[in-house]
């Protein structure tokens, strides 16, 4: 652990924080766990694009995944696709599903306020919730249907209004074929007891969630892990647990809660070059992202529409993006020219991704390869553009 020591505890320098950070998510050196269990460290996936960014995610962190075993997991029920931290749809385990969903209730609830608080004042939600359960419960909906199911007896209401109403009172997940790599489907929901045969967790631990997202994002102030959960208030949580963690302190003098035990790595540590998928939780999980993303580079990667592209890691950090083509074509953007053994990483790279693409067809905008670039097993292109 590098650090100078204050009165308050070390101090934790930038390239410090971002080393611990790649060692806890596997982007350091990759691991051989299972899909199953590198989700559940992560606390999930996000998984706004289907299927590409949790397979991709996976990708960048485990020797040898290939995508059949996470779509087995799908077609299984042991991993779903259901709206959780941020109000985003995530891709997490089954017993995350049911424990963290009650936790995250209020991020669903302000959302809904925010975006369609007008449209549904004076709305019997409890009783759009209770029909909404019973029609996706007697068959999975996409939300076009179920809002116009539920407009029916509602003719004054905005069938999508009402659609997002139901996805905020109740725990949907999506149902494959949705989700499974290489193949398209419907975005269609029921409810995650139906799907799952549980209940929801009736007495979920916020001390648990914040553990979880030390030991996969720490050291982290509280804003941070209030910018992870979408959750407020949290500050609490961590002062009932201080006596459980370690202090440090950022270059700012902003306070970092840690486990003793998780990796701190030097901040000279070697980082290998990396891929990193679209809407990666590696760049959405801090208040302040500078320890992977620098803020001259966020505009390049975030849009404002909320979009986030695949991004290239050289020393640790952001410098560049990427993407996957519907030809199966890997082309990378470096920000700025690249060292010789940087390209040539970047390549290898690049080459590991249009490996894993090629593995399998698709249908185009089904989100996994295109049948326009090939049948099975075919590889794309690798491509390095020159920075502007």
């Not at 320890?291 to 592209?309: F, I, Q, S």
Request: charged share 25%; net charge positive; glycine share 10%.
């Amino acid at each position: 652990m590098t650090g100078t020591g204050t009165a308050t505890g070390p101090v934790l320098g930038r390239r410090a924080l971002g080393r611990a950070l790649l060692a806890r998510q596997h982007l350091l050196a990759r691991t051989r766990r299972t899909p199953a269990e590198l989700v559940h460290h992560l606390v999930g996936l996000q998984a706004q694009a289907a299927p590409q960014p949790p397979y991709l995610g996976l990708l960048a962190r485990l020797d040898g995944f290939t995508p059949e075993p996470l779509s087995t997991l799908i077609e299984q029920r042991a991993v779903v696709r259901t709206a959780l931290h941020r109000g985003t749809l995530h891709l997490v385990t089954a017993d995350d599903c049911l424990a963290l969903r009650p936790l995250l209730q209020p991020v669903l609830d302000h959302g809904l306020r925010t975006a369609f608080g007008t449209r549904l004042a004076g709305l019997d939600l409890d009783a759009l919730a209770a029909e909404a359960r019973d029609l996706v419960e007697a068959e999975p909906r996409t939300f076009r249907q179920l809002g116009a199911l539920l407009a029916a007896t509602r003719p004054d209401r905005h069938p999508a209004a009402l659609a997002q109403a139901a996805r905020s009172r109740l725990p949907l997940v999506q149902v494959p074929p949705r989700g499974l790599w290489g193949r398209g489907g419907p975005a269609a929901h029921t409810t995650a007891e139906a799907w799952l045969g549980r209940p929801l967790d009736p007495a979920p631990s916020p001390d648990d969630l914040t553990l979880r997202y030390l030991a996969a994002f720490g050291p982290a102030t509280v804003a941070d892990l209030q910018k992870w959960s979408g959750l407020s208030r949290l500050g609490p949580v961590l002062k009932r647990l201080a006596p459980r963690l370690l202090a440090f302190r950022d270059e700012q003098g902003r306070l970092l809660y840690d486990l003793p035990d998780a990796p701190r790595p030097d901040g000279d540590t070697p980082a290998p070059v990396r891929l990193v998928a679209p809407f990666d939780n590696l760049l959405l999980s801090h208040a302040d992202r500078s320890r992977v993303l620098p803020e001259e580079y966020r505009g390049r990667v975030m849009t404002p529409n909320g979009l986030v592209a695949g991004t290239l890691l050289v020393d640790g950090l952001v410098a560049g993006t990427w993407r996957l083509t519907d030809d199966q074509d890997v082309v990378v953007r470096p920000f700025a020219p690249l060292r010789r053994a940087d390209r040539q990483a970047a390549e290898a790279e690049a080459e590991r991704v249009a490996a894993f693409a090629g593995r399998c067809g698709g249908e185009r905008g089904a989100g996994g390869p295109a049948a326009g670039g090939g049948g099975a097993g075919e590889r794309g292109a690798v491509r390095i553009e020159e920075p502007p």
